[in-house]
């Protein structure tokens, strides 16, 4: 087990920086997320740790020990890659041993752990087979089985679930996550799918253009997001945003009639420049009768849920409402939903900031 | 009902007047002398005395050609060629071949260098070498007395002329095993390597544990290749030896060839023919049925 830092690590591939300045500390035992776009420098971030790529400058520490300059097999550190990286010509059993034979752990010690092993993942039936002859979802758990197998101080995954069918990537990642708290090993996960970084972080760390943008418990960072990146690369449908117009007593939302008076907004804002409105799907109720401006234009129900469209500044935007008697023709914002944004940093603005 | 099935008969004629001049020509270039060499297999003939005419020998040819100690003698001689050629050009160019996987600076230039030697004819790399390996006056003795070594008959006994040929046709070889061998290498994906490298894997271990089985099948092919052209070897030891001294150099591609064009012994030179064609057959079809294996996965 470990606690792992990263201190102003950047990485630069001739003039493209694939991750800049990145600071973090993963705790001891940890289930860290890393969460973003591709080619947001997760996974370069990620192959940095293993120490299959090297750090242009700054630090990797493992328990506060500098380990720049130590290989790969040096860190005590486990990986299992997006691809399948199974060695096709060993049988799964001699798959999930490699790394102890390898460094020549005693027969009778191996043969221990492989018992274990095959127990947690529930892989009697395929010892002996080939790597070829299971299907891409068990054979990413071999390589888990490998990665586990001889307790290391860190566990990376690189968007291990990415290239399963989808109804079997639910059911690992459920094993997942049990299997991580059972060892307790400091894990960290890259993968672009936000469901899956909800369901498995202790803390997701979202990154966009090479930079950290938000540390945070997967809760915090879905109601607390700290910019309009943060905001709308997490939850499903993403949040909508809706420029404020000010307007005599309050701000306007776009070029509706609807205006958020001074009461409703957090103090201080109609001061600042230019201002966005983000408020997600979940946060907007359909209304009947008269007095609200919002007019909704489509729905359609799955199941109890109804999804529903508005336009405001020529922008469609969506809601969701789920209440056993929603009402029909008009939207209305719950206050609580809503967040501000400055339009020009893209930051959130918190009351306060504000 | 009439109309596809007429379609259909003439779709088959299109494709049998399309394919006829391929099917004539093979017929005539593969299955006619095979036959013919067969059914000289079987008669006394003699290519150089027509007028004498075939007589029926049944296995006569083959009964003389296997109890024969000369050429058993020519087997062994060809055998201990082959394995000498085979184990030096794999090893070697497994080795040659690991080296030139990696990125380098000069390596496509190295790559077109290294494949000259097999771009010769063989017999002039025969010719080449044979002024090299001359005992008197040939660059390699000059070496070898240059370091303080003997001279060496290289060619006029028959165990150095064997290893020379066999050193020879390694030189010319060895590039094609080292570039099949690359292609194999390279075609691992990487992040089998990186996982490797992760579970801590020393670099030899991953070679002999990961690299090599799973190039094997490529491997393979370039063994079987090889041991089909070193077992046909026939210029090498025509630019040395001429065979000699005795018959001592001789493969069993040279005894058909002196049977057939010095002793003009037609009909025992087909059975000898035979006999060569069917092994190297064997060693074909274990190729084929290898690549079409490889080919469903």
Redesign the interface.
């Given at each position: 087990m470990a606690r792992i830092d990263l201190k102003d690590l950047t990485i630069r591939f001739g003039g493209f920086t694939a991750v800049d300045n990145v600071n973090l500390t993963v705790n001891d035992g940890e289930f860290a997320v890393y969460l973003g776009p591709s080619g947001c420098g997760k996974t370069t971030t990620l192959r940095a740790i293993a120490g299959l790529e090297q750090a242009t400058s700054g630090d990797i520490l493992f328990d506060g020990k500098r380990v720049n300059d130590l290989k790969p097999s040096e860190r005590n550190i486990a990986m299992v890659f997006q691809f399948v990286s199974l060695y096709p010509n060993l049988s799964i059993a001699e798959n999930i041993i490699f790394p102890l034979k390898a460094r020549g752990m005693a027969k009778a010690e191996i043969a221990r752990k492989l018992d274990w092993v095959t127990g947690v993942f529930k892989l009697g039936d395929e010892l002996k087979r080939r790597p070829a002859a299971l299907p891409p979802g068990a054979r990413q758990k071999v390589a888990l089985a490998r990665a586990v197998i001889r307790d290391p101080a860190v566990l990376l995954l690189d968007e291990p679930l990415s290239a399963i069918d989808e109804q079997f990537r639910e059911e690992m990642r459920w094993e997942l996550g049990h299997l991580q708290r059972e060892l307790g090993v400091t894990t960290i996960y890259v993968t672009h799918d936000q469901r899956e970084a909800m369901s498995l972080a202790d803390r997701i760390v979202l990154m966009n253009h090479s930079k950290i943008v938000q540390v945070a418990e997967p809760d915090r960072i879905f109601f607390q997001p700290s910019s309009v990146f943060a905001g709308q690369f997490i939850g499903s449908p993403s949040m909508n945003l809706i420029d404020l117009v000010p307007v005599a007593g309050g701000l306007r939302l776009g070029d509706s009639p609807v205006v958020l008076s001074q009461s409703e907004l957090p103090p201080g804002i109609t001061a600042r420049g230019a201002v966005k409105l983000g408020i997600r799907p979940r946060d907007l109720r359909l209304v009947s009768g008269e007095g609200h401006a919002l007019a909704v234009e489509d729905t359609f129900s799955v199941g109890r849920e109804r999804f529903f469209t508005f336009t405001v500044s020529d922008q469609i935007l969506q809601g969701t409402d789920h209440r056993t008697q929603p009402g029909a023709g008009s939207v209305t914002l719950v206050p609580e939903g809503m967040m501000f944004f400055d339009a020009e940093t893209g930051l959130r603005i918190t009351e306060a900031a504000a | 009902m009439e109309q596809p099935l007429q379609k259909r008969s003439t779709g088959r004629l299109m494709i049998i007047g399309f394919l006829s001049p391929t099917i004539l020509l093979l017929l005539f270039m593969v299955a006619y002398p095979i036959i013919s060499l067969v059914y000289y297999s079987f008669h006394n003939f003699s290519a150089m005395r027509p007028a004498d005419g075939m007589t029926w020998a049944g296995l006569g040819n083959y009964e003389y050609l296997l109890t024969d100690r000369g050429i058993w003698q020519r087997f062994v001689f060809t055998g201990k060629f082959v394995f000498l050629c085979v184990t030096m050009q794999m090893i070697l160019g497994i080795f040659v071949g690991y080296q030139l996987q990696k990125t380098f600076k000069g390596r496509d230039f190295l790559f077109t260098a290294l494949m000259l030697p097999m771009m010769l004819s063989p017999v002039v790399a025969g010719f080449l070498w044979r002024y090299m390996l001359n005992a008197e006056w040939g660059v390699v003795n000059y070496l070898l007395t240059g370091i303080g070594l003997p001279k060496v008959e290289w060619l006029s006994q028959a165990t150095p002329a064997l290893w020379a040929a066999a050193v020879v046709d390694t030189w010319m070889w060895t590039p094609f095993i080292a570039l099949l061998a690359t292609a194999a290498f390279r075609g691992i994906?990487e992040?089998?390597y990186?996982?490797?490298?992760?579970?801590?894997?020393?670099p030899a271990?991953v070679f002999f544990?990961?690299t090599l089985?799973?190039s094997?099948p490529v491997l393979f092919i370039a063994l079987i290749l090889r041991l089909i052209d070193c077992f046909k070897q026939y210029d090498l030891f025509v630019a040395f030896t001429g065979g000699g001294p005795g018959s001592s150099t001789e493969t069993v591609s040279f005894a058909v060839a002196k049977t057939a064009f010095s002793y003009f012994y037609t009909g025992e030179a087909s059975a000898l023919a035979v006999i060569l064609l069917c092994i190297i057959m064997g060693l074909a079809m274990i190729l084929v049925r290898h690549l079409s294996k490889m080919g469903e996965r």
């Open positions: - | 994906p992040t089998i990186e996982a490797a490298e992760v579970d801590g894997a020393s271990y544990r990961v089985p799973m094997a």
